[in-house]
C-alpha cells in the first residue's frame, strides 16, 4: 500500500519511499531523563508507535533508534543556564547519574505498559561521547566551529541553507535577541557543540575535552543538538528515511541537527521529517507551575489504565493540536470498553450450525474483510488514527446488531488482529473467553428465563456478576460482556 507521509522538510505530503528498499532507518527524538514522562510527551511517542506498526503492515523492515538524552540538554535553548540533569540532581539531593538511571527506566516502562514496540536501539548519550567528540572533531577540520570561553560553536552563517527548515528569518531574530547570554558568540543562532564546565561549577557528568579540539579546556559536555545527530549517524548511517519528534523541535533542536550532520558530510541527513503537534490540558499549555503533566501513574490512580490513554491518543491525529482532560480520558475509556467486549462475541459465535463457508457470501463478512483493509488504508493516509477509529466503530456497531450465529468468524478475527496490529490496543489479549462454570449459569439463567422465572434468572444474574460478567438479552439471545 501507498504510504502518504507530511513531510517538515518540503511542508508537503509527499509518498514515502527509503533509500534502500523495503528497510525504514528511523529516528526518534527521545526524553530528556530528569523527571516522569507527562502525557503530551506519550502523545508523541504513541503517533510514532503508530508509524511503526503501519511501516511493517506495509511490509519495511524498520531499524529504529531511540535516544535518551542524559546530559546536555540546558534549561534555554540560547545554550544558556543549568543542564536540566544536574539541576534535577541537585533538586533531589543526588547525582545526576541516579537521575537520568531512575527516569531511564521509568522510561522504559512506560513503553511496556503502553505496548510502544520498542526499537532495537535505546541508546543513551552518555553512552556516545567518543563519537560526538568526532563529530566536532570532523566539523572543526571543515571550519564550522569556534572556540570561546565557555565551549565550542557551529557558525550557522557557514551553513547557508541554516534557515530553510524552519522557515526562520534569521535578521528578524538576530534584532529581537535580547541581550545574549554570550555575546561572544558571532551569530545570535549559533548554539553549542561541546561546552566547558564552568570554573565555579562542579559538574556530575563530564568528560576531558581532547586537546585537539580545545586546548587548555580539559573537562566539558556534548551539547543536546550534537547528541542527536551523532547517536543517528553512528547508528544508522549519514541519512536517515525518517526523523520524528515534537513540532517545538523544529526551529532550534532539528535546524540545528540538519545543520551540524550535513556540514559534516555533505549529504542530506534525513529524507522525512514528522512532526507531532502538541498536547494541550484543559486547553492550557503543559507546565511544571500549573501542575498539569500528568504521568502514567497519575492516571492510574484515577483508575484509568495505559491502555486508556492509548486510546484517547489516537482520536486525535498527530498533526492536530489534542487537548487533554479526564473527561475526555473518560470517554476514551468507554469506547475502549465496549470495543473489548465487541471483541468477546468472537468467543460466542461458535456455536453455530452454520461453519463459515455457508456464511462466505453474506454481506456482514464481506464487510469485515473490508473494514480491516480500509483500517490500513486510512493510517497509510499521514496516519489518520481518528479515521482508522470511525471505520472500527461503524464495523462494530454493524456486529452488535448481528445474530451471533451470522456472524462471519474468521473475517471477525482477522479483523481484531489487524485492529491490534496497528493499533496496539491488545483487543484480542484483554477479552478472554469466560469459564465453563460461567456459560453454564448463563445457559441456566436463559432456561429460567424461557420458563419465565424471574426470580431464578434475576439470581443467576446477580452469581455471574461475581465474576466481573453481565449478560445482555438481544432478541437473539443471550450475550455476556465484561462489567464496566
Ligand atoms: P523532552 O523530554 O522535553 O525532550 O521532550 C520529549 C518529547 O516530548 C519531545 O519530542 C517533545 O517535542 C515532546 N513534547 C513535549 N511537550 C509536549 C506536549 N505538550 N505535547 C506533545 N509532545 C510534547
Ligand atoms: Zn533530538
Same mark, same amino acid.
Not at 553512552?127 to 566539523?139: A, G, K, N
Not at 547557508?160 to 527548515?165: K, L, Q, V
Not at 468468524?409 to 484483554?430: P, R, Y
Given at each position: 500500500?501507498?504510504?502518504?507521509?507530511?513531510?517538515?522538510?518540503?511542508?508537503?505530503?509527499?509518498?514515502?519511499?527509503?533509500?534502500?528498499?523495503?528497510?525504514?532507518?528511523?529516528?526518534?527524538?527521545?526524553?530528556?531523563?530528569?523527571?516522569?514522562?507527562?502525557?503530551?510527551?506519550?502523545?508523541?511517542?504513541?503517533?510514532?508507535?503508530?508509524?511503526?506498526?503501519?511501516?511493517?503492515?506495509?511490509?519495511?523492515?524498520?531499524?529504529?533508534?531511540?535516544?535518551?538524552?542524559?546530559?546536555?540538554?540546558?534549561?534555554?535553548?540560547?545554550?544558556?543556564?543549568?543542564?536540566?540533569?544536574?539541576?534535577?540532581?541537585?533538586?533531589?539531593?543526588?547525582?545526576?547519574?541516579?537521575?537520568?538511571?531512575?527516569?531511564?527506566?521509568?522510561?522504559?516502562?512506560?513503553?511496556?505498559?503502553?505496548?510502544?514496540?520498542?526499537?532495537?536501539?535505546?541508546?543513551?548519550?552518555?553512552?556516545?561521547?567518543?563519537?560526538?567528540?568526532?563529530?566536532?572533531?570532523?566539523?572543526?577540520?571543515?571550519?564550522?566551529?569556534?572556540?570561546?570561553?565557555?565551549?565550542?560553536?557551529?557558525?550557522?552563517?557557514?551553513?547557508?541553507?541554516?534557515?530553510?527548515?524552519?522557515?526562520?528569518?534569521?535578521? +528578524? $531574530? =538576530?534584532?529581537?535577541? @535580547?541581550? *545574549?547570554? /554570550?555575546?561572544?558568540?558571532? !551569530?545570535?543562532?549559533?548554539?553549542?557543540?561541546?561546552?566547558?564546565?564552568?570554573?565555579?561549577?562542579?559538574?556530575?557528568?563530564?568528560?576531558?575535552?581532547?586537546?585537539?579540539?580545545?586546548?587548555?579546556?580539559?573537562?566539558?559536555?556534548?551539547?543536546?543538538?550534537?547528541?542527536?545527530?551523532?547517536?543517528?549517524?553512528?547508528?544508522?548511517?549519514?541519512?536517515?528515511?525518517?526523523?520524528?519528534?515534537?513540532?517545538?523541535?523544529?526551529?532550534?533542536?532539528?535546524?540545528?541537527?540538519?545543520?551540524?550532520?550535513?556540514?559534516?558530510?555533505?549529504?542530506?541527513?534525513?529524507?522525512?521529517?514528522?512532526?507531532?503537534?502538541?498536547?494541550?490540558?484543559?486547553?492550557?499549555?503543559?507546565?511544571?507551575?500549573?501542575?498539569?503533566?500528568?504521568?502514567?501513574?497519575?492516571?492510574?490512580?484515577?483508575?484509568?489504565?495505559?491502555?486508556?490513554?492509548?486510546?484517547? +491518543? $489516537? =482520536?486525535?491525529?498527530? @498533526?492536530? *493540536?489534542? /487537548?487533554?482532560?479526564?473527561? !475526555?480520558?473518560?470517554?476514551?475509556?468507554?469506547?475502549?470498553?465496549?470495543?473489548?467486549?465487541?471483541?468477546?462475541?468472537?468467543?460466542?459465535?461458535?456455536?453455530?450450525?452454520?461453519?463459515?463457508?455457508?456464511?462466505?457470501?453474506?454481506?456482514?463478512?464481506?464487510?469485515?474483510?473490508?473494514?480491516?483493509?480500509?483500517?490500513?488504508?486510512?493510517?497509510?493516509?499521514?496516519?489518520?488514527?481518528?479515521?482508522?477509529?470511525?471505520?472500527?466503530?461503524?464495523?462494530?456497531?454493524?456486529?452488535?446488531?448481528?445474530?451471533?450465529?451470522?456472524?462471519?468468524?474468521?473475517?471477525?478475527?482477522?479483523?481484531?488482529?489487524?485492529?491490534?496490529?496497528?493499533?496496539?490496543?491488545?483487543?484480542?489479549?484483554?477479552?478472554?473467553?469466560?469459564?465453563?462454570?460461567?456459560?453454564?449459569?448463563?445457559?441456566?439463567?436463559?432456561?429460567?428465563?424461557?420458563?419465565?422465572?424471574?426470580?431464578?434468572?434475576?439470581?443467576?444474574?446477580?452469581?455471574?456478576?461475581?465474576?466481573?460478567?453481565?449478560?445482555?438479552?438481544?432478541?437473539?439471545?443471550?450475550?455476556?460482556?465484561?462489567?464496566?
Amino acid at each position: 500500500m501507498t504510504l502518504n507521509l507530511h513531510n517538515t522538510l518540503t511542508g508537503k505530503d509527499q509518498n514515502f519511499k527509503s533509500e534502500a528498499p523495503n528497510i525504514v532507518k528511523l529516528y526518534t527524538c527521545g526524553p530528556t531523563v530528569y523527571d516522569y514522562l507527562h502525557v503530551g510527551n506519550w502523545f508523541g511517542y504513541i503517533a510514532w508507535d503508530i508509524l511503526v506498526r503501519v511501516l511493517l503492515a506495509d511490509e519495511y523492515e524498520v531499524e529504529r533508534v531511540l535516544n535518551i538524552t542524559d546530559v546536555g540538554h540546558l534549561v534555554s535553548d540560547a545554550d544558556d543556564g543549568q543542564d536540566k540533569l544536574e539541576k534535577g540532581a541537585k533538586k533531589e539531593g543526588k547525582t545526576a547519574w541516579d537521575i537520568a538511571e531512575f527516569y531511564t527506566q521509568d522510561f522504559l516502562k512506560g513503553i511496556e505498559l503502553l505496548g510502544l514496540i520498542k526499537p532495537q536501539h535505546v541508546v543513551k548519550a552518555t553512552d556516545y561521547i567518543p563519537q560526538q567528540l568526532e563529530l566536532v572533531r570532523t566539523l572543526k577540520d571543515k571550519g564550522y566551529t569556534y572556540q570561546i570561553d565557555d565551549g565550542i560553536y557551529f557558525d550557522t552563517s557557514k551553513f547557508p541553507t541554516y534557515a530553510d527548515f524552519a522557515h526562520l528569518d534569521l535578521k +528578524a $531574530l =538576530q534584532a529581537g535577541a @535580547r541581550v *545574549e547570554f /554570550n555575546p561572544k558568540k558571532r !551569530n545570535h543562532s549559533d548554539f553549542a557543540l561541546w561546552k566547558f564546565t564552568p570554573e565555579n561549577e562542579k559538574r556530575d557528568m563530564q568528560w576531558e575535552t581532547p586537546d585537539d579540539i580545545a586546548e587548555g579546556k580539559p573537562m566539558g559536555f556534548p551539547g543536546w543538538h550534537l547528541e542527536c545527530s551523532t547517536m543517528a549517524m553512528s547508528i544508522l548511517g549519514q541519512t536517515l528515511d525518517i526523523h520524528t519528534g515534537g513540532i517545538d523541535h523544529i526551529p532550534v533542536h532539528h535546524t540545528n541537527e540538519i545543520a551540524q550532520s550535513e556540514a559534516a558530510t555533505g549529504k542530506i541527513f534525513s529524507n522525512f521529517w514528522l512532526h507531532n503537534n502538541h498536547l494541550k490540558v484543559d486547553g492550557t499549555k503543559i507546565s511544571k507551575s500549573l501542575g498539569n503533566g500528568y504521568t502514567l501513574n497519575d492516571l492510574a490512580e484515577k483508575g484509568f489504565s495505559p491502555n486508556d490513554y492509548r486510546m484517547f +491518543a $489516537l =482520536q486525535t491525529h498527530y @498533526r492536530s *493540536e489534542g /487537548n487533554f482532560s479526564f473527561e !475526555n480520558l473518560a470517554g476514551a475509556k468507554n469506547r475502549l470498553h465496549n470495543w473489548i467486549n465487541i471483541a468477546a462475541m468472537r468467543h460466542q459465535t461458535h456455536d453455530t450450525l452454520r461453519d463459515d463457508d455457508d456464511k462466505c457470501t453474506d454481506d456482514r463478512s464481506v464487510s469485515l474483510y473490508a473494514a480491516a483493509q480500509a483500517v490500513l488504508a486510512a493510517l497509510n493516509d499521514d496516519l489518520n488514527t481518528p479515521a482508522a477509529l470511525a471505520i472500527i466503530d461503524d464495523a462494530f456497531s454493524q456486529l452488535t446488531h448481528a445474530r451471533l450465529d451470522d456472524i462471519h468468524q474468521h473475517a471477525f478475527v482477522q479483523l481484531l488482529e489487524t485492529i491490534d496490529e496497528l493499533l496496539g490496543l491488545q483487543l484480542i489479549k484483554n477479552s478472554p473467553d469466560v469459564s465453563d462454570d460461567i456459560k453454564m449459569l448463563i445457559i441456566k439463567r436463559q432456561q429460567a428465563r424461557e420458563h419465565q422465572d424471574w426470580q431464578t434468572s434475576d439470581n443467576l444474574r446477580k452469581e455471574i456478576e461475581k465474576s466481573g460478567i453481565t449478560v445482555r438479552d438481544t432478541a437473539h439471545g443471550p450475550i455476556w460482556e465484561y462489567l464496566a
